[in-house]
């Protein structure tokens, strides 16, 4: 496979944020090798630190691989 690529994994608490359940994880490895960890008990500032991170990178990668990101990951 020569296209950049990164894969994408998010790990959350439940499935029902008005229980309180949040997202407590996104983990990301690019085709280089590159692996990165947002982590925070802030679900807004974890999430606002992968969006700038995807916001600079956007141009760099062609393709996102997921497990269940059309059902999870990405909605």
């Known amino acids: 496979m020569t296209e950049k690529y990164f894969v994408l994994d998010i790990e959350t608490k439940g499935l029902k944020p008005w229980y309180g359940d949040r997202i407590t994880a996104i983990g990301i490895r690019t085709s280089d090798g590159e692996e990165m960890v947002f982590i925070d008990k802030d679900e ?32």
């Open 44 to 75: 807004k500032k974890m999430l606002c630190e992968f969006i700038k991170w995807l916001d600079k990178e956007r141009n760099n990668f062609e393709l996102i691989i997921t497990k269940n990101g059309k059902g999870f990951d990405i909605p």
